[in-house]
């Protein structure tokens, strides 16, 4: 059972940052003079022609990927001098226990049966066996699905826990489908990229079963692929899976048994400890009900080889270093074109920072995030609240009924800052120090079981799904929330001393982008607490569809890496959040100017031109191209040349700030640029 796709159904995530200082100030700014690093651009390019590279260019030719990274750019920086600073509070941890208690007990218990690389050798599989064994023993579909609905355990049919959609103030059952090896269009697209991803992946599945000792391993594979393949050929696409209302049907146990007859639903959702739920919610509807059919139509052995290779793979990084390599070896290096593999300590730090997570960000925030931050983050939301307020107000194709209910919504936004009032209490959680595997079962379950206490109790608004020391932020649809994390609200993105015209390019356009998340194609079908519902006219629902199906087409012409283009329906939402995020940022600096007079020319650069590229630096990022080809078949992000270029062409200001003319590439004639507001 694998809930993490299920409890994201709807998370816009994008990286952002803050800060409204002036331009006159003693401290240097940690980029440039003035914010900005203007070594980075490209002046042979036109910036009509393609402003990513104008403003990247220089940077990313002198620029190589680090042979342990899918790419690198600013948020890179940022998360290597977040798992420093964590790896400090590990070692410190190890050296002084005493001075952190029983937590920093169990932590440093955990990061060291994960720092054993001997010790984890010398144990060889024995640590499989129980696992194994208890797959190995299944001898019904009862007992087969008990196993799809326990921790730990890969199945076809997902089950989990989310906030209601039409009562987000309580918890519902959900379930939905899963448990494919690679990303589903892997299994599906033509051409020799994908027979050698393919017949990768089958040689990965024999490899796998034979460290683990199984007889007949290749035969085994070459099943459980054709298994994988019958399911990936029923599963919904990415961009069907972000379809909320597509996805929006509710069911009781007798609903979800007439449309998936062959799922014994009843014993699933007891197993997980959800059969108390009055309503389950039945994500992807029509792939359950093939997958109940696929169920019982495929011999027994051959899901439990499915559910043997699963957890071999799934737990690799636990194993002896032979799992751990293979693992590495497809996932990160066929898949992925990374070619070394990570240092262990740095793995380690994000193991902890998944399974103690806030037990290591409530330290990490005492001795890293200053106070003054937070401070300064509210005054930039409320900012580009005000200037949304104002967006919403003059939006000429949306009516005075609904301008009223969206203005309702964005006042009801609640920002959250740093981190959480209350973290976790990880007590109960038993951490052995030669233990590795057992300890990363035990974190799921006790996962699995904070979940349920708190299942039957009314939705907790102040829990995070992001650790303090993540260098992220997101929008929570459920709850009208937009959270913004320690670890992001630093240099480059936050930086106290830069110029207000790069804190708003930067910082703003990202912070106005989860804002965005509230109004895009699925943002905007939840109300102001968070309930699923209705609040635009049809007018005002037709006009909304109508500039988004334009973006939207815009997004399917571009193509990132040679014979894949951009899903535009996939990608449709953090478009919008991009292009609404922009417009939002740079009115909001047009009323900082306001009230503190017209930004100078610094540099040679207006404070319009360095509004936009220190946008475009923020998106500064370097990608392989096999983790650009994961990303263009299965992420809702367009890559971040596109996130620049795409957006800035359907932006008057842009034209005006770089005298952008027809004939340059980026040109677009003023009746076919996109306005979200």
């Given amino acids: 059972m694998n809930t993490q796709a299920l409890t994201r159904l709807a998370l816009g995530v994008a990286a952002l940052a803050i800060a409204i200082p002036t331009v006159a100030q003693v401290a240097k700014p940690r980029y440039g003079t003035f914010g900005i690093d203007l070594t980075s651009e490209d002046k042979q390019v036109k910036p009509g022609d393609d402003f990513w590279t104008y403003a990247n260019g220089a940077w990313a030719a002198r620029t190589e990927i680090p042979a342990d990274k899918g790419g690198v750019g600013y948020g890179n920086i940022l998360t290597d001098e977040a798992e420093a600073n964590v790896h400090a509070i590990l070692n410190d941890m190890a050296a002084n226990p005493a001075a952190y208690g029983a937590t920093g007990k169990q932590v440093g218990d955990f990061y060291a049966s994960w720092m054993d ?118 599963q919904w696409s990415p961009a069907e899976s972000r379809d909320i209302a597509k996805l929006n049907d509710p069911e009781t146990i007798a609903g979800l048994k007439a449309k998936a007859p062959d799922v014994d639903w009843a014993l699933m959702l007891k197993t997980a400890g959800l059969d108390s739920s009055p309503m389950v919610l039945m994500a992807n509807n029509t792939a359950l009900t093939a997958m109940g059919k696929i169920m019982v139509a495929t011999p027994l052995q051959t899901w439990k080889d499915y559910l043997a290779f699963h957890f071999i793979s799934d737990h690799a990084t636990f194993l002896p270093k032979a799992f751990d390599d293979a693992q590495f070896d497809f996932y990160s290096k066929t898949l992925g074109g990374v070619p070394v ?201 037709k006009a909304y569809a109508e500039h988004t ?61 360095r509004f936009f590229l220190a946008f475009a630096q923020a998106w500064q990022t370097k990608v392989r191209d096999d983790r650009l080809r994961q990303q263009l078949l299965g992420d809702p992000h367009s890559p971040a040349k596109y996130r620049v270029n795409g957006v800035v062409r359907n932006f008057d200001p842009w034209y005006k700030a770089f005298n952008i003319k027809p004939g340059d590439k980026l040109y677009l004639p003023p009746n076919e640029r996109v306005h979200i507001w």
């Avoid at 697209?189 to 007889?215: C, N, S, T």
């Avoid at 793995?347 to 106070?371: C, D, H, S, T, W």
């Avoid at 940022?585 to 047009?590: C, D, E, F, H, N």
Wanted: no cysteine; glycine share 10%.
């Fill in 117 to 234: 690389q001997a010790g984890i050798d010398a144990k060889g599989t024995a640590p499989l066996k129980p696992y194994l064994d208890r797959i190995f023993g299944v001898n019904d579909l009862t007992g087969l699905q008990t196993l799809f609905a326990s921790v730990g355990y890969a199945s076809p049919i997902e089950v989990g826990v989310i906030p209601s959609l039409s009562d987000p103030t309580h918890y519902t059952a959900v379930v939905g489908q899963g448990g494919l090896g690679m990303q589903r269009d892997y299994y599906l697209l033509p051409g020799e990229k994908y027979d050698a991803f393919r017949a990768a992946y089958k040689a990965y599945i024999g490899h796998m079963l034979q460290l683990a000792g199984v007889p007949d391993a290749g035969a085994k594979a070459e099943a459980i692929f054709a298994l994988e393949t019958a399911m990936a050929k029923d």
């Fill in 549 to 609: 199906a334009a973006l939207a087409a815009q997004y399917d012409q571009y193509e990132a890496i040679p014979g894949t283009k951009i899903n535009g329906k996939l990608t449709l939402g953090e478009n919008i959040g991009d292009l609404s995020g922009i417009e939002a940022a740079y009115a909001a600096y047009q009323r900082y100017q306001a009230k503190h007079g017209k930004a100078p020319v610094i540099g040679g650069l207006t404070g319009d031109q």
């Fill in 341 to 541: 593999q990570r240092d262990r300590w740095k793995r380690g730090v994000q193991l902890m920072n998944g399974a103690l997570g806030e037990a290591v960000g409530e330290i990490y925030v005492k001795k890293y995030f200053p106070a003054t931050s937070k401070a300064k983050m509210g005054e930039l939301i409320d900012d580009l609240r005000a200037a949304y307020a104002e967006k919403i107000s003059n939006a000429p194709w949306m009516d005075a009924t609904t301008k009223q209910k969206a203005l309702a919504k964005l006042a009801a936004f609640e920002p959250r800052v740093g981190y959480p009032v209350k973290f976790i209490d990880y007590s109960s959680l038993q951490v052995d120090r030669g233990d590795l595997l057992g300890n990363a079962m035990r974190s799921g379950e006790f996962e699995h079981q904070l979940e349920l206490s708190r299942f039957a109790k009314p939705v907790d608004r102040t829990l995070w799904g992001m650790t303090p020391q993540t260098v992220n932020a997101y929008y929570n649809p459920l709850a009208n929330q937009i959270t913004f994390p320690a670890a992001i609200l630093q240099p480059p993105y936050f930086d106290p001393n830069a110029d207000a015209a790069v804190n708003y390019g930067a910082i703003g356009a990202i912070i106005g982008h989860e804002m965005g998340h509230g109004f895009d194609d699925q943002g905007s079908q939840f109300g102001p607490t968070g309930k699923f519902e209705n609040w635009w006219t049809p007018e005002a629902k």
